[in-house]
């Protein structure tokens, strides 16, 4: 399969680089980007300066995985050269659209919408499978989806616990307490609890770090999450974990297997792929 992930890589946003790694972790060369995401490859120089200091997501993967595109944008789409196109953010990117929407299939047009807000662009989704993170009712032919994380991240097994509650409290200012990526994750490997929330929108990667690190998140509010938004999270185990605050490891192992069956890269674009 040949995909063209439609983009125009000015910089991170969790939800589009969610299904570009996972694009690049199945189809490796075969996952083609209409603009270099260079942020995403292991030769990037300095993460400090990337949103989150480019902890989970940013320079993992292969540059030897990079594939330019073999000729104009244009003529490859009409020559459908490509089985599927991709938009890795429609609202910050909608090039050559026109043109995809006249050659392919509404099956093969594949729209990513992960902005915080609610509202949906009507004009991308007629034409398109559509799909919506801060969903918050049902819509006809429109698709929830979430972030995810690279799979070699998520810990083996439930590490040692040496506290009850992490100490980090998320906040929206953007005072990070980690230098290290490694030191954040250990910080909620140690931990039986971490705090999380809603933000700007309900989905937010701090929910799978801390999940990812075998720590159970106590997502405050969560009873009140619209019912398409973060589908796929395990709410009713979530807020009943929450309310019992019991150190039990079998529930920090169920939080970890979870993520590793629904919440990698990987499982985020293969959702994607098999909707039509």
């Not at 409290?169 to 705090?195: C, G």
């Not at 509010?221 to 974990?241: A, H, W, Y």
Request: include cysteine; aromatic fraction near 16%.
């Amino acid at each position: 399969m040949e995909i063209l992930f439609i983009t125009n890589a000015s910089g991170p946003d969790y939800m589009s680089d969610t299904i570009f790694h996972g694009g690049k972790s199945i189809l490796g060369k075969n996952f083609y980007e209409s603009n270099k995401m260079w942020y995403m490859y292991d030769d990037l120089v300095d993460k400090r300066s990337l949103y989150g200091r480019g902890f989970t997501m940013y320079g993992k993967i292969d540059k030897n995985l990079y594939n330019p595109l073999p000729s104009n944008p244009i003529e490859l789409i009409q020559n459908k050269f490509f089985d599927k196109i991709i938009y890795g953010s429609i609202w910050r990117c909608s090039d050559y659209f026109d043109i995809v929407s006249k050659t392919y299939d509404k099956k093969d047009i594949v729209v990513i919408d992960g902005e915080d807000h609610d509202w949906i662009a009507f004009e991308y989704s007629d034409k398109s499978t559509y799909f919506k993170r801060e969903l918050y009712s049902k819509i006809d032919n429109i698709h929830p989806i979430t972030f995810g994380v690279p799979e070699d991240l998520i810990l083996p097994f439930v590490p040692e616990k040496t506290k009850h509650l992490s100490h980090i409290i998320p906040d929206f200012n953007r005072n990070y307490t980690f230098e290290l990526e490694s030191d954040y994750y250990k910080e909620y490997a140690s931990s039986w609890f971490a705090i999380t929330k809603k933000k700007a929108g309900w989905d937010c990667l701090r929910h799978y770090e801390i999940m990812m690190n075998g720590c159970v998140p106590i997502f405050e509010d969560l009873e009140n999450c619209p019912e398409m938004t973060l589908v796929n999270l395990p709410k009713k185990e979530l807020i009943s974990f929450a309310k019992e605050k019991i150190q039990n490891i079998d529930n920090n192992k169920f939080i970890l297997d979870y993520v590793r069956n629904n919440f990698t890269t990987k499982k985020i674009l293969s959702y994607v792929l098999q909707h039509e």
